[in-house]
């Protein structure tokens, strides 16, 4: 977990402290309690920044996988049964659709 470090704290630390800080893990600034900025050495954004892509489509994948895992499947019939779309009114705006 990166540490958190509000603009008081920041300021009265100053830049150098900072530095000194984000040399071993990136820093989390706040503002007004929320995260606002990460401050992080040159290295470790030259090198843990390039791993993050493969790591957000690990995540996406495992997101997928559970969504399709917990989420029903239904028939376009039962969809529209539950949604209360009735399919004599979409035939006829298909019908008219395709006329025009």
């Known amino acids: 977990m990166m540490p958190w470090v509000s603009p008081t704290t920041a300021r009265r630390l100053g830049l150098v402290h ?3 800080l984000t ?3 990136p820093l989390v600034r706040t503002r007004y309690g ?3 900025a990460v401050v992080c050495s040159a ?3 030259d090198g843990d920044l390039r ?3 493969e790591v957000a489509l690990t995540v996406l994948d495992a997101s997928a996988f559970l969504v399709a895992q917990c989420s029903p499947r239904h028939t376009l019939g ?3 049964e539950r949604l209360g779309v009735d399919a004599a009114v979409v035939r006829r705006r298909a ?3 395709a006329e025009d």
């Open 23 to 25: 040399a071993a893990k």
């Open 78 to 80: 039962t969809a529209r």
């Open 51 to 53: 791993t993050l892509p």
């Open 95 to 97: 019908t008219q659709l």
């Open 34 to 36: 929320h995260p606002a």
């Open 43 to 45: 290295a470790w954004a």
């Open 18 to 20: 900072l530095t000194d």
